[in-house]
């Protein structure tokens, strides 16, 4: 797929302009400049060229600047196109001369340069100017308002036909890849984890809360599949967050755990657990999702402790949450790296064992078994609930739905009973299950 780079100093209209061109909001959109640091990724609409969003670039030394325009400058570098976008408002700008230098120095791709925000003439500054850039003639669009959009497919598609890709050839396939969210409170270790994962510092590390802000979508392979890995901002308490950017952020990382198959809730091991990751853990489970929580910094932990304090995490899980038999809880170091791999191959498992659809006369046989051990209680009607029989009916959740006769009243722990019986039998201890009854029909009515 052709690799097309958005590229220019902050606040041009960079991340508006890749939510339009790839008819999403993946990008994080705000009047604030320096909002996006990490790279977003997408694919341009009925196109096959994959589209990515940089950090405006910035002549920073260190810090977060510094290491977002470094991660900016390595995307020109290996892009098939780059498309430059500057402030068709506010006019040339001495920053825009250098950084055209530099995009000219790091690439041989061709180079659109846009002028975005030129939806009003009225507000327009002298576009020849931008002829010192060395791209040519500035096109004049508006990110905001899908226009000027044609020119920039004529480019594409030019650049494309010259390197034999077909851009009609955009059926898309089906997508097999294990979609996963990897979600914490601030400074927990996440982007490193991703990093560790990819083999790349392709996200932003440093000892501070609050670096990540987009949810940042990564294509890869690891440990024989391919995976999408969904990097987050870190959650904070409602309470703490008092920046509409934080805000943004964590909606957005909160969405990523409908779009997921599995979350990595990763947790600092050597502090105790928050109120807060026991909120993300809940609304994991209630979304149906696989869980899995990553207890990073595990090097860190005097080993003389180690068991109590993973036995203890253990019983606060399973006595927190209904949905889940148990909860598959393990031990890494991001920054070493020990334990990654085997955190890999037991999701893998669990999702595996997730997409699975089990016999309908399985499942009965399991249920039967299970009602033979523990009649059903009586209603308050003093009526015996007759089990009829059972199916599964979903996935992510696990659900099952059970015919039953009589008693209509089924207390709650006697559904637990059969969770906890059904998840043992099948191996889905680690997997959210829904138990939900239907009322047989009277054939007398």
């Given at each position: 797929m052709m690799k097309v780079i958005i590229a220019g100093r902050p606040n041009t209209g960079k991340s508006t302009l890749f939510n339009a061109l790839t008819g999403s909001r993946d990008a994080l959109v705000h009047d604030r400049p320096g909002v996006t640091r990490d790279m977003v990724s997408g694919?341009?609409?009925n196109r096959p060229y994959e589209l990515f969003d940089t950090a405006g670039l910035e002549n920073a030394k260190t810090g977060i600047a510094a290491d977002s325009t470094n991660i900016a400058i390595n995307a020109i570098a290996s892009a098939d196109a780059v498309l430059f976008v500057v402030d068709g408002r506010a006019g040339l700008n001495a920053m825009d001369i250098e950084w055209a230098k530099l995009i000219h120095r790091k690439t041989k791709a061709p180079i659109l340069l846009l002028a975005n925000k030129t939806e009003s003439n009225k507000k327009i500054a002298d576009l020849h100017e931008f002829l010192k850039l060395g791209c040519g003639a500035a096109v004049k669009v508006s990110a905001e308002h899908k226009r000027g959009f044609d020119e920039i497919f004529e480019f594409l598609d030019k650049i494309a036909l010259e390197k034999n890709i077909d851009i009609n050839a955009i059926e898309p396939e089906p997508d097999t890849r294990i979609k996963i969210a990897v979600l914490g409170q601030p400074n927990v270790g996440k982007s490193t984890f991703v990093n560790r994962v990819l083999g790349e510092n392709r996200q932003i590390v440093m000892d501070a809360p609050g670096i990540t802000r987009d949810t940042v979508k990564i294509p890869t392979r690891f440990y024989g599949r391919d995976i999408l890995l969904m990097d987050t901002a870190g959650?904070?308490?409602?309470?703490?967050?008092?920046?509409?950017?934080?805000?943004?952020?964590?909606?957005?990382?909160?969405?990523?755990?409908?779009?997921?198959?599995?979350?990595?809730?990763v947790i600092d091991a050597t502090k105790n657990i928050e109120n807060q990751a026991m909120s993300i853990a809940a609304r994991v489970y209630d979304a149906g999702k696989i869980l899995c929580v990553a207890l990073n910094k595990w090097d860190l932990i005097e080993p003389e402790i180690r068991d109590e304090k993973l036995l203890k995490l253990k019983h606060q899980f399973t006595n927190s949450f209904h949905q889940i038999i148990k909860p598959m809880i393990l031990a890494i170091s991001a920054e070493k790296g020990t334990g990654v791999q085997n955190m890999f191959k037991r999701i893998y498992e669990q999702y595996d064992i997730s997409m699975a659809n089990v016999p309908t006369s399985l499942l009965n046989r399991i249920v039967e078994k299970l009602v033979a051990e523990r009649q059903p209680p009586m209603s308050r009607l003093k009526r015996a609930m007759r089990i009829k029989f059972a199916r599964q009916t979903g996935r992510h959740p696990m659900r099952i739905l059970i015919n039953v006769g009589g008693a209509s009243d089924i207390p709650e722990s006697y559904t637990r009973y059969l969770r906890r019986g059904i998840a043992t039998a099948l191996h889905w201890e680690h997997l959210p299950i829904v138990i939900e009854y239907e009322k047989a029909e009277n054939p007398f009515d």
């Amino acid at each position: 797929m052709m690799k097309v780079i958005i590229a220019g100093r902050p606040n041009t209209g960079k991340s508006t302009l890749f939510n339009a061109l790839t008819g999403s909001r993946d990008a994080l959109v705000h009047d604030r400049p320096g909002v996006t640091r990490d790279m977003v990724s997408g694919q341009i609409k009925n196109r096959p060229y994959e589209l990515f969003d940089t950090a405006g670039l910035e002549n920073a030394k260190t810090g977060i600047a510094a290491d977002s325009t470094n991660i900016a400058i390595n995307a020109i570098a290996s892009a098939d196109a780059v498309l430059f976008v500057v402030d068709g408002r506010a006019g040339l700008n001495a920053m825009d001369i250098e950084w055209a230098k530099l995009i000219h120095r790091k690439t041989k791709a061709p180079i659109l340069l846009l002028a975005n925000k030129t939806e009003s003439n009225k507000k327009i500054a002298d576009l020849h100017e931008f002829l010192k850039l060395g791209c040519g003639a500035a096109v004049k669009v508006s990110a905001e308002h899908k226009r000027g959009f044609d020119e920039i497919f004529e480019f594409l598609d030019k650049i494309a036909l010259e390197k034999n890709i077909d851009i009609n050839a955009i059926e898309p396939e089906p997508d097999t890849r294990i979609k996963i969210a990897v979600l914490g409170q601030p400074n927990v270790g996440k982007s490193t984890f991703v990093n560790r994962v990819l083999g790349e510092n392709r996200q932003i590390v440093m000892d501070a809360p609050g670096i990540t802000r987009d949810t940042v979508k990564i294509p890869t392979r690891f440990y024989g599949r391919d995976i999408l890995l969904m990097d987050t901002a870190g959650l904070r308490r409602k309470s703490g967050v008092t920046d509409d950017v934080e805000t943004l952020s964590a909606l957005k990382a909160l969405d990523s755990i409908d779009r997921a198959d599995i979350v990595i809730l990763v947790i600092d091991a050597t502090k105790n657990i928050e109120n807060q990751a026991m909120s993300i853990a809940a609304r994991v489970y209630d979304a149906g999702k696989i869980l899995c929580v990553a207890l990073n910094k595990w090097d860190l932990i005097e080993p003389e402790i180690r068991d109590e304090k993973l036995l203890k995490l253990k019983h606060q899980f399973t006595n927190s949450f209904h949905q889940i038999i148990k909860p598959m809880i393990l031990a890494i170091s991001a920054e070493k790296g020990t334990g990654v791999q085997n955190m890999f191959k037991r999701i893998y498992e669990q999702y595996d064992i997730s997409m699975a659809n089990v016999p309908t006369s399985l499942l009965n046989r399991i249920v039967e078994k299970l009602v033979a051990e523990r009649q059903p209680p009586m209603s308050r009607l003093k009526r015996a609930m007759r089990i009829k029989f059972a199916r599964q009916t979903g996935r992510h959740p696990m659900r099952i739905l059970i015919n039953v006769g009589g008693a209509s009243d089924i207390p709650e722990s006697y559904t637990r009973y059969l969770r906890r019986g059904i998840a043992t039998a099948l191996h889905w201890e680690h997997l959210p299950i829904v138990i939900e009854y239907e009322k047989a029909e009277n054939p007398f009515d």
